[in-house]
């Protein structure tokens, strides 16, 4: 796993369970992960040696872990998404067949399609590779 994407990864799990982390150790990963602040950084902000900062980022670390391999909550979220990700996508796949199928009524097939997308975001289309945890999003827009 590349770098970036740990990250992203403790992202979640600190987002998952980081309220049973110590306020110290809670405060070291939101300067590390959403601040993107470097051990220097937080070594001087906290006042501590930078050695300090590393371990506390890897004690917390293997508590997220470990919170995760117990509970799984967030890989339970990333296949609950992944699945409302496939109907939609199968959703929006059978709209886009009935207003070319029936053409006078593609005004309301179109308002449809835009009651399935946030504003300022689109519909994502997914699809699996290899087994479950692999997988990837691919973008559709619908104008």
């Known amino acids: ?5 740990k990250n992203i990864e403790y992202l979640r799990l600190l987002d998952a369970y980081g309220p049973l982390l110590t306020p110290h150790r809670r405060e070291v990963c939101e300067l590390y992960y959403m601040c993107d602040l470097s051990l220097t950084e937080i070594a001087e902000q906290q006042g501590t040696s ?10 917390s670390r293997a508590l997220l872990d470990g919170y995760e ?15 409302i990700s496939r109907l ?10 009935l207003r070319a199928a029936h053409p006078d009524i593609a005004g309301e097939v179109e308002g449809i399609i835009s009651l399935l997308q946030m504003e300022g975001e689109h519909v994502g289309v997914v699809t699996a590779r290899g ?7 691919e973008s559709k827009i619908k104008q």
Do not use: N
């Open 69 to 83: 391999q117990k509970l799984h909550h967030v890989a339970i979220a990333r296949e609950s998404d992944l699945e």
């Open 1 to 5: 796993m590349r770098s970036d994407e």
């Open 50 to 59: 930078k050695q300090s900062v590393s371990d506390t980022l890897a004690k």
């Open 88 to 97: 939609l996508t199968r959703v929006l796949r059978a709209l886009e067949q």
């Open 131 to 137: 087994g479950a945890d692999e997988a990837a999003a």
